[in-house]
């Protein structure tokens, strides 16, 4: 069977995965996107179906104020005598801590916040005799002396009481002399030795998989002197896939290994999707592991020994009880009813915060998956007040955004666009007065250039086109999340009790 990559196209970082009673399961981070945590599951590696979100409840979930690279970094699901375990970090609301379930569709446990977890990029490991140990990294104890000169330990995890047990011990910290950012880390066991795979060089060009081994738990460890056993740094700027790396380790029911990884696709040099999931095979020599033995680097098609099923690659249909597919995401913790499905389509409030606030504005939006797509949503809305809108955002955060929204500005009704940069700030980019019950908003990008069109009833009319989609980037605006399209509303500052109904996002890649 052939499997395309990346397994999950658009912004789904830091993947971690399980293999449990012949189906695969995968967790990424969601950082300031409510719900948190997506999980998907699959039989064949390829048909991607996701059940649910792990992180649905803001009691779980708590981003008050959050910047859209904080929240929910790099968790891991892992599974042990009938119970799923997810272990994340939320970097400003109470550091690191598990959730645990016995159906990963959920209900999902409150939090089990740990004390003295220090760092981020947690992972457990089930020993043989099932005693849990927690992997993590930290800031150099004797003090930090070059960008990110961190440490990898390992401490026992009480799974009664939710609290760490004995002392840490550092066991490493990188392959490389003087490692950057060695994070990431998980632990295995296999033909009598641990292993720990990990990150490092940072998630950008220099990001890296590296491992290391040792008979004892508590090391020492020895360096593979294959490192970096994974990494596209050495292809260059040009390469189309880069930025390889934080990896975990699979094996299916016929003892055959797999890893998921991060990895992103730049445009034109620029990073608009963020880091996405892709596959490769390992194999294990010498006791260690090779990733794609006889070509080193991901491909584009996965050839796999296992038999294919049926149904689309990359399924979400499933909802929540607002009727709310479990593929959307909304900002930080929304306000109670904020978006709700409704008919064909969705309702949401117009809410006084705006996209550039660290405010759960009203938002509702899917992940851009590709750099050639269409993006339609028509809306039904009628502002009551000066500085009432509603329209159609390319989000990457609060910080970079391009918008049209239809809105009531100074007594007129205008369509317009607006523009914001982490340089500039929000301008307003183009306006036209126009009235509407109900208007068709169109954003198409072709590569890093998007045309924003509009539509009250006697077709489309561009309002501006050949918009540069590079702000949008990782590159420009900074951060780690990847691009959403979304529907919004706004009462720019003011209380309202209006509305606007959405007919969808209708989302096509060319």
Excluded at 2 to 31: H, M, Q, R, T, W
Excluded at 126 to 131: E, L, Q, R, V
């Amino acid at each position: 069977m052939e499997i395309k990559n990346p397994i999950l196209p658009g912004f789904y970082p830091d993947p971690s995965a399980c293999a449990v009673n012949g189906k695969f399961y995968i967790v990424n981070s969601s950082f300031c996107y409510f719900p948190g945590v997506p999980i998907f599951e699959s039989t064949d590696l390829k048909h991607w179906h996701q059940i649910g979100n792990v992180l649905d409840r803001a009691s779980q979930l708590p981003l008050e104020h959050d910047g859209m690279s904080r929240g929910i970094f790099a968790p891991t699901i892992r599974y042990h005598e009938g119970t799923f375990y997810m272990i994340t970090t939320n970097v400003s609301h109470g550091g690191n801590f598990v959730v645990t379930a016995t159906d990963p569709a959920g209900p999902w446990s409150e939090p089990h916040y740990l004390a003295g977890a220090d760092g981020i990029d947690p992972s457990l490991f089930f020993d043989d005799d099932g005693k849990c140990y927690y992997i993590g990294t930290r800031p150099n104890p004797e003090g930090v002396g070059h960008n990110g000169d961190w440490y990898i330990y390992i401490q026992e995890l009480d799974l009664e009481n939710w609290c760490l047990v004995g002392d840490y011990k550092m066991v490493w910290n990188g392959a490389m002399r003087k490692a950057e950012w060695p994070e990431g880390p998980h632990l295995y066991k296999k033909d009598g030795y641990y292993y720990i795979l990990h990150a490092e060089g940072g998630t950008g060009p220099a990001h890296a998989v590296c491992v290391a081994r040792s008979k004892e738990l508590w090391g020492p460890y020895e360096n593979n002197l294959m490192n970096p056993v994974f990494t596209h740094r050495h292809l260059g700027k040009d390469y189309p896939i880069r930025y390889v790396g934080h990896a975990d380790l699979i094996e299916d029911t016929e003892g055959n290994w797999y890893a998921v990884m991060l990895a992103s696709r730049p445009c034109e040099w620029h990073t608009n999707m963020g880091r996405e999931t892709f596959l490769a095979k390992v194999t294990w020599e010498d006791g260690w592991p090779v990733f794609n033995a006889g070509i080193g680097i991901l491909e584009d098609t996965v050839t796999v020994p296992l038999k294919e099923t049926e149904g689309d690659e990359l399924v979400t249909s499933g909802k929540d009880e607002d009727g709310i597919p479990f593929s959307m995401v909304k900002l930080r913790n929304p306000v109670e009813g904020m978006a709700k499905g409704e008919g064909n389509g969705y309702r949401l409030k117009t809410l006084p915060y705006t996209l550039d606030q660290r405010e759960p504005a009203a938002f509702l939006g899917l992940r851009q998956t590709s750099y050639y797509f269409t993006a339609k949503t028509t809306v039904d809305f009628t502002p009551a007040q000066d500085g009432e809108a509603a329209g159609l955002a390319l989000f990457q955060s609060e910080q970079a955004f391009l918008t049209i929204e239809y809105g009531k500005f100074d007594g007129k009704t205008l369509v317009r666009i607006l523009e914001n940069t982490r340089d500039i700030g929000v301008q307003v980019k183009k306006t036209e007065e126009v009235s509407a019950d109900t208007i068709t908003f169109t954003i198409t990008q072709k590569g890093q250039s998007a045309t924003l069109s509009y539509n009250t009833g006697a077709g489309d009319k561009v309002l501006l086109s050949d918009v540069s989609t590079k702000i949008l980037s990782t590159e420009t605006a900074g951060g780690f999340e990847g691009c959403t399209i979304g529907m919004y509303t706004t009462a720019n500052g003011k209380e309202s009790g209006n509305t606007a109904f959405f007919g969808g996002i209708d989302y096509t890649v060319e």
